[in-house]
């Protein structure tokens, strides 16, 4: 996007998905990962994480 006196304007989001086990901090810290990983990804993008789901998902799988 490009705003007036401004220049270009990107927008990079991490998000996170909540397990009962995070903490407020690791939860932050996990989304904020995910923010650098958009970031190094080049920008403009979102990126995100749902450690809970996956860890369910494989005992799915290998149950």
């Known amino acids: 996007m490009k705003i007036s006196n401004v220049g270009r304007v990107t927008v990079s989001f991490g998000v996170s998905g909540y ?3 995070y ?12 923010m650098y990983k958009a970031k190094n990804e080049g920008r403009n993008c979102v990126r995100y ?3 809970c789901k ?7 799988i290998y149950s």
């Open 19 to 21: 397990c009962l086990k």
């Open 54 to 60: 996956q860890l369910l998902s494989m005992r799915r």
């Open 49 to 51: 994480v749902d450690e």
């Open 23 to 34: 903490t407020i901090d690791t939860l932050i810290k996990k989304a904020d990962d995910m």
